[in-house]
């Protein structure tokens, strides 16, 4: 099995088969992981059972509230784009799941069918979104926390989540509006590296505790400009037989919406997370 790690985030893996493990493979993966927080499988041949055995490796799968699922994997959700569609699923900068009490670990997505060309998706790792603060920067955000919420994304009042329900790709936008809206700390001690990690991001995160959204936007704003400036950008292509696995407390990504007139059809499992705790 080899590691290599990849230019602004993540780790590419080769020459291994995630259908046949060993111990000591699964070892040096999950301290990858931790470490890098995104691993790019290449060369893999999985159907939606050993799919679903993958994810369960890693911890209990999370069933997706909103997403369809696969008719006969409820584990699997479905994230498509017909030729037809003009939105795609994902299409900004985002981490799932922080509009949750307790955040998921993370997601593993594997490629079904690839447009011709694009559909590329790009992440971020907020690692290095905090290490390159300034050290007054970094005192202040150590004494926030924020608040997330799904209401505006999938909730009855949306407009995306409305398009969707009208495609047959999401459903209960009642269950959106009446998720609590989360207080989490804007620095995590990451719950794997110990590290602290950037916890905010433009898709869930609406404003500081205590401050007004007004008073928030501005540097939220600035958080997320200079987490994702180009060199920190790392570009994950996807070929037949390419898996990503993330972990959403320390990356963001971004499913690129460029391949009008094609279909791009992913399947996605979700791993549940545990609290996240503020980095002291």
């Known amino acids: 099995m080899k590691i290599t790690p990849l230019s602004a985030v993540g780790a590419e893996v080769t020459e291994v088969d995630v259908k046949g493990l060993t111990d000591a493979q699964d070892a040096q993966l999950k301290a990858a992981f931790a470490q890098h927080g995104l691993l790019i499988f290449r060369d893999q041949d999985l159907v939606e059972t050993d799919h679903v055995d993958l994810a369960e490796r890693w911890g209990q799968i999370n069933t997706n509230r909103f997403f369809k699922a696969h008719a006969d994997h409820p584990q699997i959700a479905l994230v498509d784009k017909a030729p037809d569609q003009i939105q795609n699923i994902g299409g900004d900068w985002h981490t799932d799941h922080s509009y949750d009490q307790v955040p998921a670990l993370g997601s593993i997505l594997v490629a079904r069918t690839l447009p011709e060309t694009g559909g590329d998706t790009w992440f971020a790792s907020m690692y290095r979104a905090f290490d390159q603060l300034s050290d007054g920067l970094k005192t202040l955000l150590l004494t926030l926390n924020a608040v997330h919420s799904a209401k505006h994304v999938f909730g009855n009042k949306s407009e995306y989540m409305q398009t969707n329900i009208s495609q047959k790709r999401m459903s209960r936008p009642d269950l959106a509006d ?103």
């Open 178 to 280: 009446a998720l609590p809206d989360p207080i989490h700390p804007v620095v995590v001690r990451h719950p794997l590296s110990g590290r602290p990690v950037l916890y905010v991001n433009p898709g869930f995160t609406i404003r500081f505790e205590g401050w007004t959204q007004e008073e928030s936007a501005p540097l939220l704003n600035y958080l997320y400009q200079s987490a994702v400036v180009e060199d920190q950008v790392e570009v994950v292509d996807w070929r037949t037989g390419t898996i990503a696995f993330w972990d959403n407390r320390a990356t963001w990504h971004f499913a690129q919406n460029d391949y009008p007139g094609q279909a791009r059809r992913m399947h996605r499992i979700t791993i549940e997370g545990e609290a996240l705790q503020a980095h002291q």
